[in-house]
């Protein structure tokens, strides 16, 4: 165990009512945590944070500690709080690979889970636990979606989610990677198969385009697309991000990473809507920002702007003074994502929103019965935690509904 971990559970108050608990979206038993730490049982430890949330391992790394449990330790008012993410990812990294789920015995019921992110690995596990055979039908060739191809490897090494893979079989749950739903095999194909339920964990992945004039060029990007694969994108040593959230941030410290000298931000408003600590990260790495710009082209130069003008509220009144040609050898386009329309073209009765989110009821049942869904692509992007702690609760409906019609058969 580090000195560090050590340190950290001695400095805990161990608080009548805990604060970090309840700042915490899941819930994590973080005072039963710490008190098994010092009891020398971190195999229970362990055991309980997974049961509480199978990817406690991913969350104790890409969480925003800050704002959650650790923002909410009563230390950190009057100093530093508790470095609560630090020791619970050496108890998950460290359980991980020696623990093996308690299983129910298999009830021979089907279920399948579209998409293999946070959404669909959570209800996975859960619905394994119960007893269900459960398939996971992924897209791409490797599991993880945001965690395998969004957030960069020196952010959340791939290596953790290689063990999930390994995990997730040793379960007994099967994994069919390449296969897009939608395509050859539709949700209709599905329940023709015998999958008596089926999750939607499918996320955002569509770019926002901004709707100027070109974004088609050679050289520009959508922001997931480039942190999908950076290494089959040569950006060159100049490079433009229009965006200043945190798929941008992402961008910008991937591209000098990857030897680009010169990496500029641009947001048409004030301020960046990237969390702090991801602006602060990218800044230290050399990228530079600049604010007010409202994009208006891409040219084969690179990205054309128009300063925003603000009032008095900081809120943007127009466009002013003449066209800005900035040079640069790539333009990245990082503003957000949507959901495809694959699954809803191919599925009668399965609703969308407006914005094309899914639409579910309480229980997270989607407009087509038996089809349930969260994460992402219900809630528009969000966070790791939140599609697991939603993802959880929909999985418990799932077999409760399942249950309820077997009963009634
Ligand atoms: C660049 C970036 C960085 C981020 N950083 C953080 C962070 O540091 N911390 C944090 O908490 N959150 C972060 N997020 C947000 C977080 O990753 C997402 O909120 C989360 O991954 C959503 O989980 P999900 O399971 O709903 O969807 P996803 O992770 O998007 O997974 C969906 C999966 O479904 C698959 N799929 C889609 N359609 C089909 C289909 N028809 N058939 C089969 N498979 C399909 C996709 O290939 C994908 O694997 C980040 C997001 C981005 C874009």
Redesign the pocket.
Known sequence: MSGHVLDEINRCLNCRKPACRQGCPINTPIPQMIRLLKEHRPNEAGEMLFDNNPLSL??S????HEKQCEGHCVLGRTGSAVQISSIENYISDTFFDKMQPELAPPNGIAVAV?????????VAVEMARRGYSVTI????DK??????????DF??PKSILKRYKQKLESMGITIRLN?????ALSIDNLFRDDYRAVF??????RARTLGVKGESRGNVRF??DY?SNPGQHELGEEVAIIGMG??AM??ARTALRRGSKKVTLYSNMLVATA?KR?LTYAQLDGAELEFGKQLVEINEKGPVFRDVVFNMQGDSVGLQGDLQQVEADSVVI?VS?GP?R??VDTTPGLQVDASGFLVVDDQGQTTKEMVFA??????G???????VTD?KRVAANMDRMLQEQINQQ
């Open positions: 991913i969350c790394i890409v969480c925003m579209i998409g293999s992110g946070p959404a669909g690995i959570t039908f992924e897209a791409k599991i993880g979606g945001v965690m395998q191809y969004g957030i960069p952010r959340l296969t897009t739903i939608g395509n939607i964990g499918s996320g955002v992945w922001g997931l942190l945190n798929t992402d961008v969390a991801e990082a994502q495809r694959r699954l969260a994460g992402d692509v219900v809630t992007p969000m966070n790791v935690v939140t599609a993802s």
